[in-house]
């Protein structure tokens, strides 16, 4: 098993006709995802490397059956996108483009909510579920099956660490990128709490950064609810104070948010905190 | 994105949110010209820098008369202010104050929206107030597309005012402010303090107002405001090349994918001993054009010693990284010692295609940073013996 | 509130939705007149009246040129459909139609909110084809707050059209018939037909507009359009006095507190075979005046045999409210037999004022009923005596 | 029993400096009704005949433990007024207010609803539990408790069917006035099914009216999920089409909304349908 997606996942990529969103729903395909539709308003009708195209989300839900969304749409049309996604059914929307207008976010989450959908990103690496379905711009061939559990807000790091959890036979049954934004939608509680109740994983890799307290606020939550182990890495201890680093999410503020609050918070919590992405897959077999 | 206070309040004059006007002013002829064209008695002077704790700094001060200016103005132009030199001052007219409240409209996490945070304890850090008070700041979430209806202001204004016509002033400035923050895409509005003079009036005697980075695009108005430092000039350089970068003060420059792999290579150059020289994102490409790019950025700074190139090949091949690698490297002569560390899709064939190479290669991350640490102090003796 | 097609159509013309340009004319030398001045060549004519139907009644045809134009409106002008004389016709280009559609927003008791109803089948009577066809009927339910993004628009548009040049301008003409509605509190907005020509524009060849009349103080410029018909002039007039008025055919004038206790009150004097005269709502109070000013206005009615007053006493007194009738009728004679029925708070005091006053009292509205239809057909006995 | 409000139901009066709002408050308070304060803004610290007056909504549910809201401000403040409540925590809120835009009980009624609130009318009298609490306008002392609960679009033929009852010795367990306007909140469908649900309510008297297809929805409704039995009394059979009769609702539209389609829809549903409201009491005891 896995959470959130699984190889009966039907996706539809908005901005399929886009660079990024046809090479990677090309990606996708290869990878075995059921790329069921794209959508790029005013191509409907014509043909994205074997993918039917539509002019509305709407028609991929009804006629392919689409029920999750990719989204490659540039920056200033992400709102109307994910809002589209959500009225048309689809459950869970996943938002690669990054630079998305914070107000333009919080208005696209709170309606995808009030729908019943789902928001993961944006401004993230995507999910994969390893031999299933690979909904995202990771690269697939370093993931592999198994039943570790993945979390990270990081793109390249993840790769990283599931690149040193492959390398030592430990595979992944779901690995979600939750994306570097200030406002964002499945954050770690939410995934954590997944993850907990998947029988299929035995163990969660949490990989965080400095900026915001999602990590102290999961920590509180590992204390109270989860009972599988959970690994973590937090990168940026030593970044400097008030500096962004890379995504607008990496900004130490207000005393909150070091490296060393929230290495110290998950500690308490019981998770395995490590000190290099490397020492990951060892402690895990430790145990 | 951030700008000075006294941008901020003509944002506010711009917004029809009562402020106390005043001038900017970058000499003390200025401020003293201002004083006498404002026809000030009493005068607030205070430093425009982009950084808070100003008045703790020293760097707010009332001026009782006109000789006071010129030595409040002459004494605070050219402070450093966590490291912000004062290059210019706000010269206003001195508010009889009865009460400092704080209110504010900021992007929370967490809420995942806008909320207005306000409380009566303002003209004081509200950091302090809400660690050791949290029951004296109260915050409202705001529905995106509610927005701030009159009952909601009118709630918000009643938690922090008792008297009727304070309710009523608060109401509608803070509909106002809101206003302000959708339509320029700010990410925190701050009036603190905001207070109520001695003559019943309500006013915001601060104004600071933070930017999203990402809606600048449609806020080319906003954008213009914006006086980025030297340091911020170089980041925004990079950034137009497609990096992300930020300057530090070590010997190791890092050329990294991905920001969260550059902040862990960061962390463990000083796990190892070692002091990084900066952060620097390159994205996901090969282009060897983009690796000629960072290298001189990274070349520009004397105090590196060691380049460490930090590579994840994921969707991008490692092979196709290394011939982007080749390809920059010989349009660049350096005597820095450089390592490379290749790890993911192809790692093997990127690797070999490095052999032979002046390159120092890794295999993993711990190798490559430990190798760059070990060549940074060594060279190090080297700087020192010459 | 409703208002004429060319209303309407002035309207989307200051919302930016296309239409046909046209002229009001109210004879046939200014249909000929404005045939020249638009330099039309086939023109179509159209009746302008506050009721439905106007095509199956003949009330829209196309002049093939100036000759049949001016026969066509002498035909029309004077024209009685479904009881409006039509006094002014709408002369505007004849389009070369190449489809018909539906379109209209309109405020849904159901669904409690704003919906967007749209069919390709447009040009016929769309509750045939709801009747007959619903499923080539769509609704689209509209959040109050979020209104209609883009993508709601767009959808819309590509569920009338397939050709993307029809759904684009279909995409922007919803948006600005939406904010048309928002912005003038309109209750329907009804484009029928919604056409695409031959040369492939996007055409609103109707405008059905009708407006919420609780919203009307605040649209003064909506307000002012409404031409209420000499009917209409007298129902308005009972409302600024406070009453709810309805001219009806009948021989019993009735005077009721409350509108469905007035309903209530024709349907059971239809049961006992008799005719209401009108509907009549008084409200709540026992003030005398309006019980005089209904009295003047029933009694204009040269058809009502027999008056009959159905007063619940509820938070106003039984005796409050007789002695509110016997203050009004002192100032009143007429011969008319008057029926008085009082029940409720303190209903014994208030019938026993009543006792030896001409007045028929009577305790049910039963037995009232049945009195005031008795009383009338004796009447009509009379007047044929006479 | 009884649905929606009792004894311990606490009232806030929204609009209680106006002259009706002051009525009927003072009327409400002598029923027995706990009202608990009332709302003027810029007369907060004021008091309205022994009632206490405050500023906002929020202090009267904090201070006073109001849950319950009756609405008599002035129909463009009703909108303002009712999210007011919805937000303060009121999770029942009563509109008298007669004459407000349709497009504001839409945004208000949504707004409501997601913050979990219901809401009665706009352009209604209001309710009663008789002998526990009055909140509305209705003549209290006309009622008697009982076991038939009453729901009508109308204010003066409600309270002559329940005279007729309580004449008769029927007394009833709640009376709702939903309002006659186009868009409402609580409605037949809502109403029958808490009557249906109350232990206390034995039979249902629905009042309703010409215009709009309520009635043939609540007879669907009826048929498919009441077994208590129901009583009902259409006004407007004979009202012409296409006119107002006292309220905006009272329209027959389209070929819906005739009381003949009415009448045949609750028949069919098998509703005991009268042709005069004095009818009423003779069924229900024969039954």
């Not at chain 1, 102290?216 to 599988?228: L, Q, W």
């Not at chain 2, 002091?275 to 990274?298: C, H, Q, R, W, Y």
């Not at chain 2, 990284?321 to 010989?330: C, Q």
Request: charged share 20%.
């Amino acid at each position: 098993m896995s959470i959130l997606i699984d190889k009966n996942t039907k996706v539809v990529v908005q901005g399929i006709t886009g660079r990024d969103g046809g090479f990677h729903a090309a990606k996708m395909k290869e990878y075995g995802t059921k790329v069921v539709a794209g959508i790029s308003p005013g191509k409907g009708g014509t043909d994205a490397g074997g993918i039917p195209v539509y002019n509305t989300v709407r028609e991929s839900v009804e006629k392919e059956g689409a029920d999750t969304s990719i989204i490659f749409v540039p920056a200033p049309f992400v709102k109307d996108a994910v809002m589209e996604a959500a009225d048309a059914g689809i459950k869970l929307i996943i938002c690669i483009t990054e630079g998305v207008p914070t107000l333009d976010i919080i208005a696209a989450r709170h309606y995808a909510f009030a729908m019943g959908a789902k928001i993961i990103g944006p401004n993230c690496p995507g999910l994969i579920s390893p031999g299933k379905s690979l909904i995202g711009i990771m690269p697939g061939n370093i993931f592999m099956p198994g039943k570790t559990g993945v979390i990270s807000r990081s793109g390249t790091l993840t790769y990283e660490v599931v690149y040193n959890l492959t390398q030592a036979g430990i595979g992944q049954s779901t690995a979600v990128g939750i994306g570097g934004d200030p406002v964002a939608g499945l954050y770690f509680i939410d995934l954590l709490q997944m993850f907990q109740d998947d029988p299929d994983t035995d163990s969660i890799v949490m990989i965080g950064e400095i900026g915001g307290d999602a990590e102290e606020k999961a920590a509180a939550y590992i204390k109270a609810n989860i009972t599988k182990p959970v690994y973590s890495f937090i990168a940026g201890r030593t970044a400097p104070a008030d500096k962004r680093m890379g995504h607008a999410g990496a900004i130490i503020s207000s005393g909150s948010g070091s490296a060393g609050e929230k290495l110290a918070a998950l500690t308490a919590a019981g998770a395995h905190v490590v000190n290099e992405p490397a020492e990951i897959p060892a402690l895990i077999k430790k145990h | 994105m951030k700008i000075h206070e006294y941008q901020g309040k003509e944002l506010f004059d711009q917004w029809g949110i009562t402020t106390v006007s005043g001038a900017v002013c970058r000499s003390v002829d200025e401020a003293l010209n201002a004083y006498d064209h404002l026809g000030l008695s009493r005068a607030v002077v205070k430093a425009q820098v982009l950084t808070g704790g100003r008045g703790k700094a020293g760097g707010v001060k009332i001026a009782k008369n006109r000789e006071e200016l010129a030595l409040i103005a002459a004494s605070i132009l050219g402070m450093d202010i966590k490291g912000y030199i004062v290059d210019r001052i706000l010269v206003a007219a001195a508010v009889d104050i009865a009460a400092e409240y704080y209110f504010s409209f900021v992007v929370d996490r967490n809420a995942k929206s806008v909320v207005m945070i306000m409380s009566r304890d303002g003209g004081v850090e509200i950091e302090e107030v809400a660690a050791k008070n949290p029951e004296r700041i109260h915050k409202i979430p705001i529905f995106p597309f509610v927005g701030v209806p009159d009952f909601l202001a009118r709630k918000a204004a009643s938690i922090l005012f008792d008297d009727w016509n304070h309710i009523v002033q608060a109401k509608e400035m803070i509909k106002k402010l809101y206003r302000l923050m959708v339509d320029t895409d700010a990410s925190l509005v701050e009036i603190n303090p905001l207070v109520i003079s001695k003559s019943g009036e309500l006013l915001a005697l601060d104004a600071k107002i933070n930017f999203d980075d990402n809606a600048m695009y449609r806020r080319p108005e906003i954008e213009k405001l914006f006086e980025p430092t030297p340091e911020e000039e170089k980041e925004l350089d990079a950034k137009a090349k497609g990096f992300s970068f930020v300057q530090l003060q070590g010997e190791i420059g890092c050329m990294v994918n991905g920001a969260g792999l550059a902040m862990a290579t960061m962390d463990l150059i000083k796990l190892y001993g070692g002091t990084p020289a900066n952060f620097l994102d390159i994205g996901g490409s090969s282009n060897p054009n983009k690796v000629v790019e960072a290298m001189k950025l990274l070349l520009s700074d004397t105090d590196v010693k060691v380049v460490l190139i930090n590579i994840f090949g994921g969707i991008t091949r490692c092979d196709d990284v290394a011939r982007g690698l080749l390809t920059a490297f010989n349009q660049i002569k350096t005597d820095i010692p450089i390592v490379i560390r290749l790890t993911g899709t192809n790692e093997k064939e990127g690797r070999e295609l490095l052999l032979g190479t002046p390159f120092h290669t890794a295999e993993t991350m711990g190798e490559a940073i430990k190798k760059a640490v070990e060549l940074s102090a060594r060279n190090h003796v080297i700087v020192h013996q010459a």
